[in-house]
Nanobody
Framework: QVQLVESGGGLVEAGGSLRLSCAAS????????MGWYRQAPGKQRGLVAT???????NYADSVQGRFTISRDNAKNTVYLQMNSLKPEDTAVYYC????????????????WGQGTQVTVSS
């Protein structure tokens, strides 16, 4: 079984920074895309940022220029550096791994982490 374990959430004042980490564990041959999504109370889960296996990144407009996603393929780990945080960034942040193959020709699956709370006070 593949597990995604997130860390780094917490409480920060507006304008501050946080760094989230997500490590995928288990038998893993390859992961296509790793990324972060977030869900605020009363809202749907939405994209924050993604990082593909060939190095392409994608950001939500609301975080462009403030957040930076990075990835360590050797460690199956993805990071999210969040700067200039705003109260509207408050949400549960979920790590996502898409196209995970446990063997070279295995059917790819997607996985989610358990989520980590980020709270930005005004």
């Amino acid at each position: 079984q593949v597990q995604l374990v997130e860390s780094g959430g917490g409480l920060v004042e507006a304008g501050g920074s946080l760094r989230l980490s997500c490590a995928a564990s288990g038998i893993i041959f390859s992961i296509n895309t790793m990324g972060w999504y977030r869900q605020a109370p009363g809202k749907q889960r939405g994209l924050v940022a993604t990082f593909t296996s060939d190095g392409r990144t994608n950001y939500a407009d609301s975080v462009q220029g403030r957040f930076t996603i990075s990835r360590d393929n050797a460690k199956n780990t993805v990071y999210l550096q969040m700067n200039s945080l705003k109260p509207e960034d408050t949400a549960v942040y979920y790590c996502n791994a898409q196209g995970v193959r446990r063997r070279p020709l295995a059917y790819p699956n997607d996985y989610w982490g358990q989520g980590t709370q980020v709270t930005v006070s005004s």
